[in-house]
């Protein structure tokens, strides 16, 4: 990961808002990078169409655009494009990185393949597909519903177990009462 998008990510951990859950591993901080390399991208392209417009004739402005005139237009046009590189230097480095990272993790490539054509994600996340999904137009569960529901039955499997347990403890403890009470036969 970049030097500039890990300060990114440790001032944002600081921020109250962050979950946490980005600053517990590296994993989930080169996902959070990834996450910001997003914006950048997004911030990337309004730079790049904001320069364009800036090259533009300032006759052919409209009212509405709000763009400076004269000398202003050629400073702020050097401004905007020295963001624009600085963005692209950074994206680039946070991709490589990532990459990097993923090849250190010996991740296989199957794991990464990319959803099918016209999949929307629960809201909850991603889950693992089952046969009721083919047929539901929402899709499945989120990862996180399936962790609640496998922790769910492991804990009615839990205690199911030890109620099993404590009456066989307490028939065992009457089998034995009643053969000690019972007197012996003639």
Known sequence: MSEQHSN???????????DPIWTSSRTARQ???LGEVEKDISRLLQLAASSISLLTLPQTDGPEDGLPQGG??????????SEYF?????IHIAMRSSLAHIRHSRIAPSAINAPPPGFVPPSLGVGLPTA????????????QEERVERDA???ILDALTRLKQERDRERAGE????????PPAD
């Not at 202003?72 to 494009?81: G, H, I, K, M, N």
């Not at 600085?86 to 950074?90: A, F, H, I, M």
């Not at 047929?135 to 990862?143: A, D, K, T, V, W």
């Not at 089998?175 to 019972?182: F, H, K, L, N, Y």
């Open 8 to 18: 990114s990510v440790a001032q944002n951990s600081a921020e109250p808002n962050i």
């Open 31 to 33: 996902i959070y990078a």
């Open 72 to 81: 202003e237009r050629s400073e702020q046009f050097v401004l905007e494009v």
């Open 86 to 90: 600085e963005r692209l230097d950074g």
């Open 132 to 143: 009721t999904d083919a047929s539901s137009e929402q899709g499945g569960r989120g990862l």
């Open 153 to 155: 039955w492991t804990g």
């Open 175 to 182: 089998g034995a009462s009643s053969t000690v009470s019972s």
